[in-house]
């Protein structure tokens, strides 16, 4: 038996489905720490996507504190890895519980199935399909920006402020751009010079997204990794990643 702290137990959980074993099977301490993980795991997604499907952000906040009691109550029955992702799981939950807002807000009362969560095998709205996965890239992204600037704090490198600002002036050359970034990181660069670091920061960037999507994942083998990016449409920007990583394998 282990001794040591739920936290320090569940850092060493490789999948996704063994999170959600240890909060729907494990010891009330164990469970609940689980149960935390798996909130802050796809808490940012599921708010992206009732603020996307909702339009409205106090509706969002409501929905989201509905998912999140429940969750943190362990009402996981639902969830199986036989029926799909843990990511569809989640999806399938969030088209009832804005159906059944949707519901209220008509004054058409609809409790909630009785197993608590359900899955939701097919979605009769593709909409609300392209939604999830939209937020669910989106979340990923933000997270390797945060996990970029991070990186940055240890390291002197200005790779999260040159590679932000090429986001926001795609058009901008090189030359312009360096006069620009000087004055932000408070050095000189040369055109060279910037087209080094965003090189760089490009590699940095794509190698974070993979670690952020391999936590996610309930499998994540090379071949899962790159099926997640292939079904969220970064595939091509994470494809030199994850042939270096093949190569160091």
Not at 30 to 50: I, K, N, P, S
Not at 84 to 94: A, E, I, M, N
Not at 174 to 188: C, D, F, K, N, T
């Amino acid at each position: 038996m282990l001794l040591d702290d739920p936290d320090s137990r569940l850092s060493r959980i490789s999948t996704v489905w063994s999170l959600v074993q240890c909060a729907h099977g494990g010891s009330d301490e164990v469970a609940t720490a689980a149960r935390r993980r798996l909130l802050e795991c796809y808490g940012g997604a599921v708010r992206r996507y009732l603020r996307r499907v909702l339009h409205d952000a106090d509706a969002a906040d409501e929905v989201f504190q509905e998912f999140a009691v429940r969750l943190l109550h362990g009402d996981l029955r639902g969830a199986d890895p036989n029926r799909g992702r843990f990511r569809d799981f989640v999806k399938g939950t969030l088209l009832h519980l804005v159906a059944n807002h949707r519901k209220r807000q008509q004054r058409w009362p609809s409790p909630l199935p009785a197993d608590g969560l359900a899955v939701v095998a097919e979605s009769a709205d593709g909409e609300f399909d392209g939604e999830f996965a939209d937020s669910w890239r989106d979340e990923l992204l933000a997270r390797a920006w945060s996990a970029l600037a991070a990186a940055d704090e240890g390291s002197g490198h200005p790779f999260s402020v040159v590679l932000r600002f090429r986001a926001d002036h795609p058009e901008m050359r090189s030359p312009e751009m360096a006069e620009h970034l000087a004055v932000e990181i408070g050095r000189p660069l040369t055109a060279a010079g910037v087209r080094q670091v965003l090189h760089r920061a490009r590699e940095k960037f794509a190698e974070l997204l993979l670690i952020e999507v391999g936590r996610v994942l309930d499998d994540p083998s090379p071949e899962a990794v790159e099926q997640e990016l292939a079904d969220l449409n970064l595939l091509d920007y994470c494809r030199p990643a994850l042939d270096r990583q093949a190569l160091m394998a």
